[in-house]
């Protein structure tokens, strides 16, 4: 309180009061807002704060536009440059002040610091006129006394910036001190009708700031100087000559400040400033949750559904003159409590409780998401008939697209954080994870069917049906039930087509909705434990695209027409899916030992439990369309491994793309893939759209596929190199088949992607990324081949024959084509050519894929010797290596020293004191193993003196026997290689044309091309 009374000023006081004032100055000390006699002020419409002993007019940051050099830089808008001075200069976080006091009034039994805040909210709810609050800044000395116009705007507009931060700050933690339960906290206040009119007037008071800030923050516009008429020139012998100002037009400022005419402001000027001040003003503390609940009841899709159903046409104006009735039919509020909603349950916004630490949890979290997320699903279901609260909507509005998110888009995402944090709470209660979410979205379903009634038949239709789940405990089966609304795909064949959620809004149009519907499906499925149940919810969101061009009724019923058709949502529902799939564990095969856990690992049943207490899915034929079932039964059976979700989606986007002419014999040859049975309607809808859209989508797949590839290599990799090393036994043969088993299936990826890689992206990105990906299978390959050198007889397993197998019949020719794709690649859209950087890192990929391939082949080779040397029959790795014998070039040491020497760049001859010196030295790097009889490589220096030229020292060019051939000097692949590995590369490399960038010295390094038409 002694805090609060340094930045507020006192009004008139009731002697109680005084006197407590004047104690607490005596114990504390000074500095306090003592009355003297006679400075009673009079509690009308003053302006309750003290805005000069927490605002500083002195600049905190520089302004202009120069850099240390002195030269021009991009500076940001000048908006946003303004606000930043701004919130710079606010010395006192009165925000936080205020919240912290409101917190700790309930640790006062006397109740002097909650009235202090109640007379505060009661002052500043009165003095709502936003003029009142930048008066002082008109009257600053410091201000006024700067003669410059130009700054003395500035400084003022940077000034008025930081007042309306602060009250807007101060309105909005105010506005969540107010007790709905109480109509009047303060007896001694008579001038306030209800609690309605006081929440009514402070959030007012906080859009007028928000404007005016706004406005202050578009009116100043950047604007390029006049240039000044250029002076006649001088003669060049004048000596003396001034450059000053040819040097200020050059060096000087480039932007100048002024003030733009209101019709000038860009609207999209004005919404980008909006958001700023949005950012700002959301890192203000949270709203409590006695706040928000009782908001969202009194004045949200409840009450204004309640509303009109009791609303008669006789006071239709009496009700609409209330402030009740105001805030219910107030959009911007509603935005207000949903935007805070969700900065509560994200954890985005600072929590204060009394008697602890700041913190971004909620006191009782699971209480704040039970309350909170029924009341969200209610406002989103109620919003989504509002055409103007939609992403539709959203997305025709030019100046707000990107800056704003709808209505129903903000209040499902807020459900989608209460899900997930009831989804991932570690608190001990009775309830586990699944019942508590299942819980909280059946109550949500019964609020929603309130607050919209025309949705009440499609939940009933839903929540009638019967849901199975394999294995799985009844807890979460239940959850799963209360899912199917959401997402779900033609439960009943017999029955009418009924839409979920998700479809419905798929063919609505509205995308944002179904991307935080994705988002929600992710968030729930965290509270199951059964991978299968988690298999079967992503199956359904890829199927559910099929039923967007049915006729059916939807959950909702909406009717928005089909809207744009441009765009989708297809790479935020296949990235759920990979998740809910365990990206490329769920496609690998894992192999068990004999009796585990007792189970029958020959039948089905017996199978899928054994996957399921592994976490992995169960991999269902059946959850998929029919005709893929021969197909995937067909792959099943041949032990190859597992038909995932993944495996799914390449074949899909391969079929869908097609395959260039020389991948048509290895695809013809190698499966019989064709759209009938392998594609899916998602991959389709894509294709459907525009043809900017469908490619980025295309990418953002290709990009997750990849990732996928490389996340089941890392793991293969991580067992190879850390794990197998160090065990033995059984332990070693079940950790060296479960790394043959993830190789099979990164395998099978690669092999299904690489067709229609040329026709992901342009500049041969993806293809690049897929032969990165297959040398990296090679080497952890060639050193799990190694490792078989301390149990060969479990080389003979069956994992181990089926990936050598589809390496040498299936990927090897899908990498050969892959190569020479890559090696053709030439242009890319627009007749434009790839960079030389771009060409250089496909060169280097692929030299370093075929070094791990000759590495492999020894690696086998190796082995091939061990299993002979134990008595082990082992002719059939001879099927699987290849060894290169047919290069017709040798390379050598010497001639490579020669080429540098004869390439090495001559300085030029400089003229010094009359006496012309050149020196031209070797290239410094490592220097060549020499033999024994030879001498060391001194640097050739020249001196040339006049027109006489005198070599220091000479070569020794040497007889024949010098170049001839010897086994150490000749230069192999491999040792040409080995300094291109993978930190030569770039990690980050996407499919938005990004290339390498290999650092290359051209003293210590040598390029060395090999011909292809030779090999």
Wanted: net charge neutral; aromatic share 6%.
């Amino acid at each position: 309180l002694s805090q609060l009374e340094r930045y507020v000023t006192t009004p008139q006081e009731d002697s109680r009061d005084r006197e407590a004032r004047r104690q607490r100055a005596i114990n504390i000390g000074s500095q306090l807002s003592q009355m003297e006699t006679g400075e009673n002020r009079d509690d009308g419409i003053s302006m309750p704060f003290r805005f000069e002993a927490c605002i500083s007019t002195r600049p905190i940051n520089r302004m202009d536009n120069k850099s240390k050099g002195g030269k021009p830089k991009k500076s940001s808008p000048v908006g946003q440059t303004l606000l930043e001075e701004a919130t710079g200069r606010i010395n006192e976080p009165l925000s936080h002040l205020f919240a912290s006091s409101s917190a700790a009034s309930s640790l006062d039994p006397q109740g002097e610091l909650r009235r202090c805040m109640d007379r505060i909210r009661n002052r500043m709810a009165h003095c709502n006129d936003i003029d009142s609050y930048l008066k002082w800044v008109e009257s600053c000395k410091q201000i006024v006394g700067i003669n410059d116009d130009a700054k003395r705007t500035e400084e003022m507009a940077v000034t008025k910036l930081a007042t309306l931060v602060v009250v807007a700050n101060v309105a909005d933690v105010l506005i969540g001190t107010t007790n709905f339960n109480a109509e009047n906290d303060n007896p001694q206040v008579t001038n306030y009708e209800s609690t309605d009119q006081i929440v009514e007037r402070l959030f007012n008071l906080r859009s007028d700031a928000i404007t005016r800030a706004v406005e202050i923050m578009s009116s100043f516009v950047n604007v390029k100087p006049k240039r000044e008429a250029k002076a006649p020139k001088k003669s060049k012998d004048v000596v003396g000559t001034n450059h000053d100002s040819e040097s200020k037009a050059k060096n000087g400022e480039v932007y100048q400040t002024k003030l733009a005419k209101t019709s000038d402001v860009n609207p999209a000027t004005v919404a980008r400033n909006q958001k700023l001040i949005e950012d700002v003003l959301s890192l203000c503390p949270a709203l409590p949750l006695e706040f928000i609940a009782p908001a969202f009841r009194k004045f949200g899709a409840l009450a204004s559904a309640s509303k009109k159903t009791n609303r008669n046409d006789s006071d239709d104006e009496d009700n609409l003159q209330s402030n009740f009735s105001r805030l219910i039919y107030n959009m911007p509020f509603r935005r207000f409590i949903i935007t805070k909603s969700l900065l509560l349950v994200s954890g985005a916004s600072t929590v204060i409780r009394a008697g602890s630490r700041f913190c971004s949890i909620p006191s009782n979290p699971i209480a704040a998401y039970m309350s909170l997320g029924p009341l969200l699903l209610a406002e989103f279901c109620s919003l989504c008939y509002d055409l103007e609260n939609t992403s539709i909507a959203t997305k025709n509005s030019a100046s707000q697209s990107t800056h704003y998110l709808s209505l129903t888009q903000l209040s499902l995402r807020a459900f989608s954080f209460c899900v997930h944090g009831l989804s991932t709470s570690t608190t001990n209660q009775a309830m586990s994870n699944a019942q508590r979410v299942q819980f909280m979205i059946s109550n949500a379903i019964r609020i929603a069917s309130r607050a919209a009634p025309s949705s009440k038949d499609g939940w009933d239709y839903y929540q009638s049906l019967n849901v199975q789940g394999n294995n799985a405990p009844q807890d979460e089966i239940e959850l799963k039930k209360s899912l199917t609304p959401f997402v779900s795909f033609k439960v009943d064949a017999n029955a009418p087509v009924r839409l979920c959620l998700f479809s419905e809004l798929m063919r609505s149009s509205m995308y944002g909705e179904a991307i935080e519907c994705c988002h929600l499906i992710k968030a729930a499925a965290a509270s199951f434990s059964e991978p299968s149940i988690k298999h079967h919810l992503s199956v359904m969101l890829l199927r559910c695209f099929e039923q967007i061009k049915q006729v059916g009724v939807g959950l909702l019923s909406l009717d928005h027409g089909e809207g744009n058709q441009n765009e989708s949502c297809v790479c935020y529902a296949i990235d759920t899916a990979f998740e809910l799939n365990n990206n490329l564990d769920g496609d690998t095969f894992v192999p068990f030992p004999h009796g585990f856990l007792g189970l029958d690992l020959m039948s089905k049943k017996g199978f899928q439990l054994a996957r399921s207490k592994m976490g992995l899915t169960s991999m269902c034929p059946n959850y998929w369309p029919e005709k893929h079932l021969d197909r995937l039964m067909d792959e099943f059976s041949s032990q190859l491994g597992c038909p995932g979700t993944i495996q799914q989606i390449t074949w899909a986007l391969t079929v869908q793309l097609g395959c260039s002419s020389i991948f048509s014999e290895v695809m013809n040859s190698s499966s019989p893939v064709t759209k009938r049975n392998s594609g899916l309607a998602c991959i389709r809808s894509a294709s459907k759209t525009s043809g900017s859209n469908f490619a980025k989508e295309t990418r953002s797949i290709a990009n997750m596929i990849s990732a996928s590839i490389e996340s089941g290599l890392n793991s293969a990799e991580f067992v190879t190199a850390k794990l197998i090393p160090h065990m033995s036994g059984s332990t070693l043969n079940m950790a060296q088949r479960l790394v043959m088993c993830l190789l099979m299936s990164a395998s099978k990826v690669i092999h299904a992607s690489s067709p229609s890689a040329e026709f992901v992206d342009t500049s041969g990105s993806f293809a690049s990324l897929l032969l990165k990906s297959t040398k990296k299978l090679y080497s952890i390959l060639a050193r799990l081949l190694l490792s078989f050198l301390a149990n060969p007889h479990s080389l003979e397993s069956s994992e181990t024959k089926c990936l050598l197998k589809y390496l040498a019949s299936n990927l090897m020719q899908s990498v050969a084509a892959l190569l020479y794709t890559l090696q053709e690649k030439h242009e890319t859209t627009g007749g434009k050519f790839l960079t030389e950087n771009k060409i250089e890192t496909h060169g280097k990929i692929s030299a370093l894929l075929v070094c791990e391939k000759e590495k492999l082949d020894n690696a086998f080779l190796k082995i091939g010797a061990k299993l002979k040397h134990v008595g082990v029959i082992s002719d059939w790795l001879q099927e699987y290596s290849f060894i290169s014998l047919n290069r017709d070039f040798v390379i050598k040491r010497a001639d490579i020293q020669l080429a540098k020497e004869r390439e090495a760049p001559r300085t030029k001859k400089n003229t010094v004191s009359g006496d012309k010196r050149k020196i031209n030295c070797e290239t410094s790097g490592k220097m060549m193993k020499q033999k024994k009889n030879d001498k060391a490589a001194v640097p050739v220096a020249k001196i040339v003196e006049g027109d006489e030229e005198v070599d220091d020292v000479s070569h020794d060019s040497g007889g024949d026997e010098e170049f001839e051939s010897d086994d150490n000097d000749v230069v192999s692949l491999g040792n040409l290689t080995n300094d291109m590995g993978d930190n030569d590369l770039s990690e980050g490399e996407d499919l938005d044309g990004d290339s390498f960038n290999a650092d290359s010295n051209e003293h210590s390094s040598s390029e060395i091309e090999f011909d292809s038409e030779n090999e």
